[in-house]
């Protein structure tokens, strides 16, 4: 195909690695649970809400929480994540995510923000990113978290692009799966064997370029 008209960037692990941060703030609350909860487990929570993500967790350890004590474990989760990513300065963007975008500017390709985090609006300020995009669709304006592809047609819409002219790049499985059924090509950002259903993997930005885009 030739280049697509936008590119829409998940945030957590694409653009900033906040991965560590939310796996370390959601095993503190899997070992007060006494749920075992490992790497791995927490790889299938990417890209999922904050409230899905507590669910999940509480059906790997089958415990049943009432809906006020799970609003409490979100909350402290939380608190423990923002304590860590108040820290981020620019420092903390992924290599290769700098380059990759200035090359979408330099070539008229829009570019957006489609993140399932509350957060993301702290995050982009952290890291200096706040008003770079052209559109930003968070955890904050939609319903449906990943896998469900409603972000992503959001941001899409902000832009004014038809879904099928947009480029996803994605590093969860949910993040790739919503990018799909929403009739976008996606660029998976990482292991592939954990993300098999993108177009095309990178293990990260530095092996980004339009080369690949215009190949999808
Ligand atoms: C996604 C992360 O980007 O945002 C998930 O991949 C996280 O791990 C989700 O649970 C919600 O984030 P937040 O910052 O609103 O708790
Ligand atoms: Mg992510």
């Known amino acids: 195909m030739s280049l697509p008209k936008a590119c829409i960037f998940d945030l957590d692990g694409v653009i900033v690695d906040t991965v560590p941060a939310h796996y370390v703030a959601w095993k503190a609350m899997a070992d007060e649970l006494n749920i075992p909860f490992t790497e791995e487990d927490n790889e299938h929570l990417k890209g999922l809400s904050r409230t899905e993500s507590m669910l999940k967790i509480l059906e790997l350890g089958n415990v049943t929480k009432s809906e006020n004590e799970i609003a409490d474990y979100t909350t402290r989760k939380n608190n423990i994540y923002v304590e860590i990513i108040s820290k ?112 095309v993997i990178v293990p990260d930005l530095t092996k980004m370029n339009l080369g690949i885009l215009r190949n999808l």
């Open 88 to 199: 981020m300065t620019p420092q903390d963007i992924l290599p290769g995510v700098l380059d990759f975008i200035q090359q979408l500017k330099d070539n008229g390709i829009a570019t957006a923000i489609g993140s399932s985090s509350k957060n993301t609006p702290t995050i982009l300020k952290a890291v200096g990113l706040d008003t770079t995009f052209d559109a930003i669709v968070d955890g904050n304006q939609v319903t449906h978290s990943k896998p469900d592809p409603e972000v992503f047609l959001k941001g899409a819409a902000k832009l004014g692009i038809k879904p099928e002219e947009c480029v996803v790049l994605e590093d969860a499985i949910s993040g790739v799966e919503a990018a799909k059924r929403g009739g976008m090509k996606c660029v998976g950002v990482g292991d592939p064997s954990v993300l098999g259903a993108a177009d």
